[in-house]
C-alpha cells in the first residue's frame, strides 16, 4: 500500500469527522485506534493503486454521498419485511439488521442452534476476535469499517451443531436524499464438526444514494462444513464495498457462492486463508450487468498446508455500458504440496460498451501440485444460436436460453432450493428483459 498524498485524505477525514469518540467502545479501543492509524497512513485508495485501478470508488462516494454518518433507524422496518418474499418464504432462522444495527426483537430464536450476541455484549476473549481474520491493513475499507462500526454481531455454531435450515441475514437499509453511509460488521464462528448454511440479502427501502460498506470474518474450525450465499441485487444509487475473509481449518470446507446483479459500483473483497490440511474452500460468482453497473471481484485464495483443495469459477454477463473487474489470485506455499487449486474466469460481452478487465494469477512455490487458471471472454455463439432458431424458437428466446443455461452453471452451486427459486426467477425476468 502506498503512503497517501493530501488529496488521498479528503474523505478520510470526511469520514473521520463524523464518527462517534472512541472513548464509547472500550471493548474495541486497540482495534479502532489501529484502524485510525492505518487510515491516516494510507487514505483510500485511488486508480494509481494497482488493486484499485479500474474501480474509481473513491469519487463516486465524494460525488454521491453527503453525510458520512449512519441513518437513523427505520421505523417501518416490520412492514418491509413481511413484503419481501424470500423473507416471508424461507423457512429458517431470520437476523434482522437495521441499517447495520442488529434488531433481535425482529430476529428469530435459535431455539439452542447457534447463538448470536451484539459486539456490546461480548467478553473480552470473544472481543479480541474481531479484526483478526480480516485485519485494518488488507484493505482501507476495513479500516474505515473497523473504525467506524458502531453495531456488529458475532454468531457462533457449537462444536457437533448440525444446522439443516438456513440463517437468513437481512439487512434492511434506508438513506435520506443527502446519501449516507451504513457499515455492518459480522464476526460467525463455526465449532468443530458443525454445519450450517447463511444466506445474505439486503432490502432498500428507497433509491437514495447510500455507500454500504460491510465486512465479514469466518473462523471455520476443523470438519466444519459452512455454506454462504450472498445476493447483491441493489438499485441504480448503491455504492458497495464487501471485504470477507475465512480461517479454514482441518478437514473443513467453506463454499462461497455470491450473486451480483444490480448496483451502481460494487466492489467484493473475497479471501480463504485454506490454514491446515485437507481442508477446502470453493468460491463461486455470477455478476449480471446492464446499464451503467460496474462490479469489480477480488478473489484470494492462500494455500499453507498439504493435501487442499480450492475451486473458483467466476462467470460474468454484461450488456450496455456496464463493467466488470475480475482479479483473482491463487498462491500456493512452499509447504503446500499435493495441492489441487483450480481458478476460472468465463464471460460473455451483450454489448460493444461493454467492459471487461480480467487477471487470473497463480503463484507457486511448491513443486507436487495439480493447479489450473484461465479466463474466456466473448459473444454469444452464433452456432448454437442458430440451431435453436431453426428448431422454431424465437430469437430472443433463444438468446434467453443460451444465457441462462451460462448463468445456470452457478446457480446450480445453490442447495436450498427456496432461495435458489428466488435467484432464478431474478435472473430469468433480467434474462427477458434485456433480450
Not at 474501480?55 to 465524494?62: G, M, P
Not at 454477463?317 to 468465463?346: C, E, M, P, W, Y
Not at 452464433?382 to 440451431?387: D, G
Request: with cysteine; glycine share 6%.
Amino acid at each position: 500500500m502506498t503512503v497517501s498524498t493530501k488529496n488521498d485524505h479528503k474523505l478520510v477525514e470526511l469520514f473521520l469527522l463524523n464518527q462517534t469518540s472512541l472513548e464509547k467502545f472500550s471493548l474495541f479501543k486497540e482495534l479502532k485506534s489501529a484502524a485510525k492509524a492505518s487510515l491516516d497512513e494510507t487514505g483510500f485508495p485511488t486508480l494509481k493503486e494497482e488493486e484499485y485501478k479500474f474501480t474509481n470508488i473513491n469519487k463516486r462516494i465524494l460525488d454521491k454521498i453527503k453525510k458520512f454518518t449512519s441513518p437513523n433507524a427505520i421505523s417501518n422496518i416490520a412492514e418491509v419485511l413481511k413484503s419481501h418474499p424470500l423473507v416471508n418464504s424461507l423457512e429458517g432462522f431470520k437476523l434482522i439488521r437495521n441499517n447495520g444495527v442488529y434488531e433481535p426483537e425482529l430476529s428469530s430464536n435459535s431455539e439452542g442452534s447457534f447463538t448470536v450476541t451484539p459486539f456490546a455484549d461480548l467478553n473480552q476473549e470473544q472481543a479480541e476476535e474481531i479484526g483478526t481474520i480480516e485485519t485494518v491493513s488488507k484493505d482501507p475499507f476495513t479500516a474505515l469499517n473497523s473504525y467506524s462500526f458502531e453495531s456488529g454481531i458475532h454468531i457462533e455454531v457449537a462444536d457437533g451443531s448440525i444446522i439443516k435450515q438456513p440463517i437468513l441475514l437481512v439487512d434492511v437499509v434506508s438513506a435520506d436524499s443527502m446519501g449516507e453511509c451504513v457499515q455492518p460488521r459480522t464476526y460467525f464462528k463455526a465449532g468443530k464438526n458443525s454445519q450450517a448454511t447463511v444466506i445474505e440479502i439486503t432490502i432498500f427501502v428507497n433509491e437514495s444514494a447510500v455507500f454500504l460498506n460491510e465486512v465479514g470474518e469466518w473462523n471455520i474450525d476443523s470438519n466444519a462444513h459452512i455454506r454462504h450465499y450472498k445476493l447483491q441485487n441493489g438499485h441504480k444509487n448503491e455504492l458497495g464495498v464487501s471485504n470477507t475473509s475465512s480461517n479454514i481449518e482441518r478437514d473443513a470446507t467453506f463454499t462461497s457462492v455470491l450473486l451480483s446483479l444490480s448496483g451502481d459500483m460494487l466492489r467484493n473483497n473475497l479471501s480463504l486463508n485454506l490454514n491446515s490440511s485437507n481442508c477446502e474452500g470453493n468460491m463461486y460468482g455470477l455478476y449480471m450487468l446492464n446499464g451503467k453497473t460496474h462490479v469489480d471481484n477480488h478473489t484470494n485464495v492462500d494455500h499453507k498446508m498439504p493435501h487442499c483443495e480450492s475451486n473458483e469459477l467466476y462467470k460474468g454477463i454484461l450488456a450496455d455500458h456496464s463493467r466488470g473487474v475480475f482479479n483473482g489470485k491463487i498462491f500456493v506455499r512452499q509447504d503446500a504440496q499435493k495441492t489441487n487449486a483450480f481458478q476460472q474466469n468465463n464471460n460473455i460481452l451483450l454489448s460493444e460498451d461493454a467492459i471487461l478487465n480480467t487477471k487470473p494469477q497463480l503463484e507457486i512455490w511448491a513443486d507436487d501440485v495439480k493447479c489450473s487458471h484461465g479466463c474466456t471472454t466473448g459473444q454469444l455463439d452464433e452456432e448454437a444460436l442458430f440451431y435453436l432458431r431453426a428448431r422454431g424458437i424465437g430469437k430472443e428466446s433463444a438468446k434467453s436460453l443460451l444465457l441462462y443455461a451460462f448463468a445456470g452453471e452457478i446457480l446450480d452451486k445453490i442447495t436450498n432450493s427456496t432461495f435458489k427459486n428466488y435467484c432464478e426467477e431474478i435472473v430469468h425476468e433480467r434474462l427477458g428483459g434485456s433480450n
